[in-house]
């Protein structure tokens, strides 16, 4: 895994949280930016989606996302908590949030279903 899981804090049916790092030698940051490594969206949406599959889901595909906002750079070893809670009224509906040193990162909506 190209990111540490330092603390699993709660993986019950209501909400899934982790406290996660990402190194400074994590490919990620490699040409994202030369002298101003930051995090891309991708990777932080692969962070979510990753969270997700821990819930015990097996086998998923990513089919939609929406209203993702990202309002703050992540930084190599930045602290990081992300928080994942399914829609208890939409079956595959996850509402996400990353916060970095309790200040909101990154939040939205990922949509999954069974893979093929």
């Known amino acids: 895994?190209?990111?540490?899981?330092?603390?699993e804090?709660?993986?019950d049916a209501?909400?899934?949280?982790l406290d996660i790092?990402?190194?400074p030698d994590s490919n990620w940051f490699?040409?994202?930016f030369p002298g101003e490594p930051i995090l891309p969206g991708i990777a932080q949406l692969g962070m979510v989606f990753d969270a997700i599959s821990r819930s015990g889901l097996q086998n998923l595909k990513i089919a939609g996302i929406r209203r993702v906002r990202?309002?703050?750079i992540i930084r190599p070893d930045d602290p990081l908590r992300l928080t994942v809670r399914p829609r208890k009224d939409e079956a595959g509906v996850y509402e996400f949030r990353i916060q970095v040193k309790g200040e909101l990162a990154c939040s939205g909506?990922?949509?999954v279903e069974p893979g093929s």
């Open 70 to 72: 990202f309002k703050q």
């Open 30 to 32: 490699s040409g994202h």
């Open 9 to 11: 804090i709660n993986t």
């Open 1 to 7: 895994m190209w990111y540490v899981i330092n603390n």
């Open 109 to 111: 909506v990922m949509v």
């Open 21 to 23: 790092q990402v190194p």
């Open 14 to 17: 209501d909400e899934i949280t």
